[in-house]
């Protein structure tokens, strides 16, 4: 069974830094990908990190480039969303997300979210 189990989140003064931890399980594909959303009060869920498995290459929404960085130890088992200078409008829940090809589309796993409020 596949689970995803998000922490870090938390309360931090505009400028600065938090780093969420996504620890995966259940996990036997090979070719998946570990993104981030966000999901901010009377807003549309935003993807803001993609973590590709199978090319270790990594997308980043326009907002948070430069500021967040995503990354995985060295298992893979982990992903960790380090975020820098951070502002009140990255205020959201956090979620992990697990996304695997299939032949009838993306299977989509998530967990169960973590709250970042950024104080100005």
């Known amino acids: 069974e596949v689970q995803l189990v998000e922490s870090g989140g938390g309360l931090v003064q505009a400028g600065g830094s938090l780093r969420l931890s996504c620890e995966t399980s259940?996990?036997?594909?090979?070719?998946?990908?570990i993104a981030w959303f966000r999901q901010a009060p009377g807003k549309e869920h935003e993807g803001v990190s993609c973590?590709?498995?199978?090319?270790?290459?990594?997308y980043y929404v326009d907002s948070v480039k430069g500021r967040f960085t995503t990354s995985s130890d060295s298992s893979k088992n982990t992903v960790f969303l380090e975020m820098n200078s951070l502002k009140p409008e990255d205020t959201a829940v956090y979620y992990c997300?697990?996304?695997?090809?299939?032949?009838?589309?993306?299977?989509?796993?998530w967990g169960q979210g973590t709250q970042v409020t950024v104080s100005s």
């Open positions: 997300n697990l996304g695997i090809p299939s032949h009838w589309g993306t299977l989509d796993y």
């Open positions: 259940g996990i036997t594909a090979d070719d998946y990908s």
């Open positions: 973590l590709s498995n199978s090319d270790d290459t990594t």
